[in-house]
Each structure stands twice: as structure tokens, then as C-alpha cells.
């Protein structure tokens, strides 16, 4: 159950900053000034061409290297860095999705572009991402498990642990699958009722 704690509190501490993160690059991506798409562009190739762990790892050991980071928030920060790429490509297309009329009636009205990004296209944008925003978190929620090679006792940590401990890994492991299969469906229900709830009119 500690283990459990720790992955629910991982997974919502590392995509909250994901959003965060996959929005800033994703305004970058839209801002139509060069150097600030390259710098989005770089980051989003980074983490598409690297491993996950390999990302964990830089972070982790590189940031200890600088000064002294809890385990829990190296885990965090190397997970919402990779999150973040594939969330602003989610909510970068569904800006892009929104009609340029909506943009045009927000200018008219007497709005900035700022006002009108935030008053009229992001909420109709995050509307239209909420499945593939989904479909995000739950990777992102399989894809902790990733940070007991750094030494967090998450679900797959502590298993991991006891396994060698009784040296008999499968039961173990076999848990743990069925903890992950668990949050998972849970997950997916949320996301379905609120997809439904905020379902795009044809």
C-alpha cells in the first residue's frame, strides 16, 4: 500500500507539471517567432529520441551532481519532462484544430491575442484533447514504474524488493500488474465520463 501511495502521488505530482510544461512549448510551437519554435522543436526531439529512463537517469544524476534533489521530485521532474513533449503536441494540434473565426470574433470584440487564446481558444482546445490527454496519463502512469531504477520503493520497487527478499519475483510482480490494471480502468472511466461531459458538438 505504500508502494501504491507512492506511484498515485508520483503520477499526479509528474503530469500536473506535464501539462504545465506540454503547454508552455506548445504556445511556443504556435508563437510563429523562429527561434522560440526551434527551441520547442528541440526539446520535443530530445525526449521522442531518447529513452525514458535514459531521461530519468540524466535528470536524477545530473541534477544530484548539482545540488542535492529528493529522490521523489528527481522521479517527478524527469517524468513530467518526458510527458511534456507529447502533451504539447496534443494540445499544440488541438489549438490548430480551433477555427481561425473563433480568433478573428475574440480580436473583434476588443480582445489581445493573449485574451483571446485564453478566454476562447484554450478551453474549447482542452476540450477537444481530453481523449488523447487521457490516453497521455495513462501512459504516464505505466511509465513510473521506470523510477525504482533510481531506488523509489513505487509499486514496482517495492515488489522488486520483496521479490529478492523471498526469491520468489512472480507473485509479486503479478500483484503489481493487477494494482497498475486497477488504476488503469479507474482512469479510463474518468476520462470517458468527462470526455462525454465535455464532448465537442457536431
Known amino acids: 500500500m505504500e508502494g501504491l501511495w507512492i506511484t498515485l502521488k508520483l503520477s499526479v505530482v509528474s503530469l500536473l507539471i ?7 512549448f506548445a504556445l511556443l510551437k504556435i508563437s510563429n517567432i523562429k527561434i522560440l519554435e526551434w ?3 528541440i ?3 530530445i525526449v521522442r529520441g531518447t529513452p ?50 473563433q480568433r ?9 491575442k493573449g485574451l483571446t487564446m485564453k478566454r476562447i481558444i484554450l478551453p474549447q482546445a482542452f476540450r477537444r484533447a481530453v481523449p488523447s490527454l487521457g490516453n497521455q496519463f495513462i501512459i504516464g ?9 533510481i531506488g523509489m520503493q513505487d509499486l514496482f520497487g517495492v515488489a522488486s524488493t520483496m521479490g529478492s527478499n523471498s526469491f520468489d519475483y512472480l507473485p509479486y510482480y503479478v500483484t503489481v500488474a493487477v494494482y497498475y490494471l486497477l488504476i488503469v ?18
Open 43 to 45: 526539446y520535443i526531439w
Open 141 to 149: 502512469i505505466k511509465d513510473s514504474s521506470l523510477v525504482s531504477f
Open 185 to 202: 480502468l479507474l482512469l479510463t472511466f474518468i476520462v470517458n465520463l468527462t470526455e462525454k461531459r465535455l464532448a465537442v458538438s457536431d
Open 18 to 24: 506535464a501539462i504545465v510544461i506540454g503547454l508552455f
Open 104 to 112: 478573428e470574433a475574440g480580436l473583434s470584440l476588443g480582445m489581445n
Open 52 to 101: 525514458l529512463i535514459v531521461q530519468i537517469f540524466i535528470l536524477y544524476y545530473g541534477l544530484t551532481d548539482i545540488f542535492l534533489v529528493p529522490m521523489f521530485w528527481a522521479g517527478a521532474i524527469g517524468l513530467a519532462f518526458h510527458s511534456g513533449a507529447y502533451i504539447a503536441e496534443i494540445i499544440r494540434g488541438a489549438i490548430q484544430s480551433i477555427d481561425n473565426g
Open 39 to 41: 527551441i520547442a522543436d
